[in-house]
T-cell receptor, first 111, second 113 residues
Framework: SQQGEEDPQALSIQEGENATMNCSYK?????LQWYRQNSGRGLVHLIL?????REKHSGRLRVTLDTSKKSSSLLITASRAADTASYFC???????????FGAGTTVTVRA | DGGITQSPKYLFRKEGQNVTLSCEQN?????MYWYRQDPGQGLRLIYY???????QKGDIAEGYSVSREKKESFPLTVTSAQKNPTAFYLC????????????FGSGTQLSVL
């Protein structure tokens, strides 16, 4: 079952701008993860945030988690052409070890 | 060079034919997964295995079969019962099948002739 839902579906920005995308989910979770997928390739893990954490940083990435609203956001700062990809959130429900992925946000960074 | 290797990259299936997608990992991970991705959609779980000789159905297991005879290998067979097999198939592994991160292969694109 797909629990996560990303918004927007697609995003086009200029190089150097920030990109923000959101993920909403339905049930209580242990962790929330973000992955990136370049066209025709496998997914690459970006960041994992636990349910008791509110914010996490990794390089130019900033992830927030609001468990009361069942939502998360991924911010990419100072975007580059190489950030062009699809970004997926994935959640694992309590007492369940399977990850559920959303449909993703496609980000295009224009030079 | 550790990682997950999927083969072939492209595969074509004739009607009524079974085809097998290969997935091998040298990460010494216990858990392995198969996902299906349709254009513009997220990943849907087909089968997963948390330990050798054991596997469970995911959300869309009908028309698929797997085996886990070795820790390193988790092949997926798309049977003739799968009427809409055209999709991008992704194999993944994780250290212990818990809530940690997944490592993905580069995928196999399956198309119907």
């Amino acid at each position: 079952s797909q629990q996560g839902e990303e918004d927007p579906q697609a995003l086009s920005i200029q190089e150097g701008e920030n990109a923000t995308m959101n993920c909403s989910y339905k049930t209580s979770i242990n962790n929330l993860q973000w992955y990136r997928q370049n066209s025709g390739r496998g997914l690459v893990h970006l960041i994992l945030i636990r349910s008791n954490e509110r914010e996490k940083h990794s390089g130019r990435l900033r992830v927030t988690l609001d468990t009361s609203k069942k939502s998360s956001s991924l911010l990419i700062t100072a975007s580059r052409a190489a950030d062009t990809a699809s970004y997926f959130c994935a959640t694992d429900e309590l007492n369940d070890y399977k990850l559920s992925f959303g449909a993703g946000t496609t980000v295009t960074v224009r030079a | 060079d550790g990682g997950i290797t999927q083969s072939p990259k492209y595969l074509f299936r004739k009607e009524g034919q079974n085809v097998t997608l290969s997935c091998e990992q040298n990460l010494n991970h216990d858990a392995m997964y198969w996902y299906r991705q349709d254009p513009g959609q997220g990943l849907r779980l087909i089968y997963y295995s948390q330990i050798v000789n054991d596997f469970q159905k995911g959300d869309i297991a009908e028309g698929y079969s797997v085996s886990r005879e070795k820790k390193e290998s988790f092949p997926l067979t798309v049977t003739s019962a799968q009427k809409n097999p055209t999709a991008f198939y992704l194999c993944a592994s994780s250290i212990d099948g818990g809530q940690g991160k997944l490592f993905f292969g580069s995928g196999t694109q399956l198309s119907v002739l």
